[in-house]
């Protein structure tokens, strides 16, 4: 999959865990996933993220580095008030590395950070499996390095490079592994999607001994950092559930923007809408009151006009268009599209779905069938995106 197509799928509520893609119901859900996204061009650290970078770079260093440095590489007046005035991101995040500190004299420890493509090593893996068993308390026989690399190691998307037509820079696209290295060890990694538009946080680990740092913090601020300095301007810190407490530190960073599950547009976290999320299971957004649903090319949401699911059905599965699911066009939008030029993948090459399926006289609404099966798929990832950007592979669990 492309990191162009992936981009477009973020925003449409869709999210991947390794190889699997997965779009969540929210109104159904027992406890809602909300996607957030933060714009790191408005970004400033607070008091707290602030020490948490000065305090590792302190670390890195060493008194007797600073104190030598000092001396030997003085700051001017300027540069000295500019440091004490303002804090740089970007800069400061970069400070202590192995690549930025003068020598001599030679700091305290040896820092440094890498993007590397996501493969699976030992290296990583002995990271992997400390954090799962000391962070998330599991037992051995929930840590394997199968589960590692399906989980967090080679991932669907192709890497690439991406030059800009606005800024003329080149991003890397693609899944990588933000490796952070002390004195030469492994002991935390990031695990990233960059996109177009976007960091996108999928994981992030580290080893139990640099806990009294706060790594957590530090690999959020490094991401908003890359998406700054790089150019992607957006950093998904993935999904947010407000009833979860692990989830909470997600909102420490702003300005962050939700997107509204029923019309796919980014709303701005506030006060207000912090409030309604302490009020509400299913989050209705304050400007649906002055908005109408528009149709399919834009995810507009089924509403009343969804045939009602019947409660007295033997059979568990339902229809798509009957889960009360917000972002998804009605049974009457869908059955403007056409699904006769979608790009079917088969053994023998490329066709189109209406070459090899007769389904003239079928409807969408006949569950089972492969007319509905296609017209559900389409609904879930977008109308718009289905005729030039979607192609329909069979030959996958064949």
Not at 97 to 108: I, M, R, V, Y
Not at 268 to 281: M, N, P, R, Y
Not at 296 to 324: T, Y
């Amino acid at each position: 999959m492309s990191s162009e197509y992936y981009q477009s799928l973020l925003d449409r509520y869709w999210r991947r865990s390794g190889g699997l893609f997965y779009r969540p119901n929210q109104r159904e859900a027992c406890c809602p996933h909300y996607t957030l996204r933060l714009d790191s061009s408005k970004f400033h650290a607070t008091k707290d993220q602030r020490q948490a970078i000065n305090r590792f770079n302190k670390y890195v260093a060493g008194d007797e580095y600073t104190k030598k440095a000092a001396r030997l590489y003085p700051r001017s007046r300027e540069q000295a008030r500019k440091r004490d005035m303002e804090f740089d991101l970007v800069e400061r995040i970069h400070e202590a590395e192995a690549q930025t500190l003068k020598n001599p004299p030679l700091p305290l420890h040896k820092f440094e950070v890498t993007l590397e493509p996501d493969v699976f090593t030992e290296e990583k893996y002995a990271v992997f499996e400390n954090y799962q068993r000391i962070v998330h308390h599991e037992g051995p026989d929930m840590i394997s390095r199968d589960g590692f690399r399906r989980f967090l190691c080679s991932s669907p998307l192709r890497r690439g490079v991406f030059r800009s037509a606005e800024d003329g820079k080149e991003r890397q696209l693609g899944s990588f592994h933000h490796c952070y290295r002390l004195d030469g060890k492994l002991v935390a990694i990031g695990v990233l999607d960059l996109l177009p538009d976007c960091v996108s946080a999928v994981y992030f680990l580290y080893h139990e001994s640099i806990h009294k740092w706060q790594p957590g913090k530090l690999g959020a601020l490094r991401e908003i950092a890359l998406a700054m300095e790089n150019g992607y301007r957006w950093w998904y810190p993935g999904y947010y559930i407000h009833t979860c407490p692990k989830m909470k530190y997600k909102m420490d960073y702003t300005p962050q923007f939700l997107l509204d599950p029923d019309t796919l547009k980014w709303e701005k976290v506030d006060d207000e809408l912090l409030a309604l999320f302490d009020s509400k299971g299913y989050l209705e957004m304050p400007s649906h009151a002055d908005e109408e649903a528009t149709g399919p090319m834009n995810g507009a949401a089924a509403s009343d006009e969804e045939e009602e699911v019947d409660q007295d059905s033997d059979n568990d599965e339902h229809s798509l268009f009957d889960a009360n699911m917000p972002g998804i066009p009605t049974l009457e939008q869908m059955r403007s599209v056409d699904f006769d030029h979608i790009p079917v993948r088969l053994n023998r090459g490329f066709c189109f779905s209406g070459d090899i399926f007769q389904w003239d006289d079928g409807d969408i609404s006949s569950h089972g069938t492969p007319k509905a099966a296609i017209a559900e798929m389409v609904a879930a990832v977008g109308t718009d995106l289905i005729t030039h950007q979607t192609c329909l592979d069979f030959r996958r669990g064949s």
